[in-house]
T-cell receptor, first 112, second 120 residues
Framework: DGGITQSPKYLFRKEGQNVTLSCEQN?????MYWYRQDPGQGLRLIYY???????QKGDIAEGYSVSREKKESFPLTVTSAQKNPTAFYLC???????????FGPGTRLLVL | AQKVTQAQTEISVVEKEDVTLDCVYE???????LFWYKQPPSGELVFLIR??????QNEISGRYSWNFQKSTSSFNFTITASQVVDSAVYFC?????????????????FGQGTILTVHP
């Protein structure tokens, strides 16, 4: 089945803990993105990557880190520096030379 | 800077009513793309339509239609004969074009979203 998978669906973080959200795709899309959605708001861009081993900060990168070691994978780490991490996190991919982004099912992060 | 405004926070209609979701955008780019996404209760964003700035033709897809007016910077979305399954949050988004030399990365700027509830 082709698509974008995000895991886990729900994630709980304790104070001071780093957690990693997974995003995997088998669509052979070049670009990948991480967005954050807060209740009643639109999505805001955290990080993006256009090719393997390269990524750039988005609008709200502070307290987050990413890696892009493989084309299929773009994990997001929420570090302890992110003081308000409770949100819904969405991963998206975009094919080469196309404008549309396609989204995964999302991960809901909650702080204990 | 790009900006997207969806002035309607929530809309409630009864099944079979027509409903229009408004979207107004701001950009200094002459080439840009506009999108509508649907977010059902499951949370995943579902792509509905993409329109580029040079194509002002209206589009109809089944019960869905889109009205793009560059003169008023609007890209409105109409659902005809609404159904309960249309209940969702709908987002309008704007992106700059993806550059061939990596000069643009297709960043999406989203509106706040409109919560549509269709009652039986």
């Amino acid at each position: 089945d082709g698509g974008i998978t995000q895991s886990p669906k729900y994630l709980f973080r304790k104070e001071g803990q780093n957690v990693t959200l997974s995003c995997e795709q088998n669509l052979n899309h070049d670009a990948m993105y991480w967005y954050r959605q807060d209740p009643g708001q639109g999505l805001r861009l955290i990080y993006y990557s256009q090719i393997v081993n390269d990524f750039q900060k988005g609008d709200i990168a502070e307290g987050y880190s990413v890696s892009r070691e493989k084309k299929e994978s773009f994990p997001l780490t929420v570090t302890s520096a992110q003081k308000n991490p409770t949100a819904f996190y969405l991963c998206a991919t975009r094919p080469h030379a196309e404008e549309t982004q396609y989204f995964g099912p999302g991960t809901r992060l909650l702080v204990l | 800077a790009q900006k997207v405004t969806q002035a309607q926070t929530e809309i409630s209609v009864v099944e079979k009513e027509d409903v229009t979701l408004d979207c107004v955008y701001e950009t200094r780019d002459t080439t840009y793309y506009l999108f509508w996404y649907k977010q059902p209760p499951s949370g995943e964003l579902v792509f509905l339509i993409r329109r580029n700035s040079f194509d002002e033709q209206n589009e109809i897809s089944g019960r869905y239609s889109w009205n793009f007016q560059k003169s008023t910077s609007s890209f409105n979305f109409t659902i005809t004969a609404s159904q309960v399954v249309d209940s969702a949050v709908y987002f309008c988004a704007l992106s700059e074009p993806v550059g061939s030399g990596g000069t643009s990365y297709g960043k999406l700027t989203f509106g706040q979203g409109t919560i549509l509830t269709v009652h039986p």
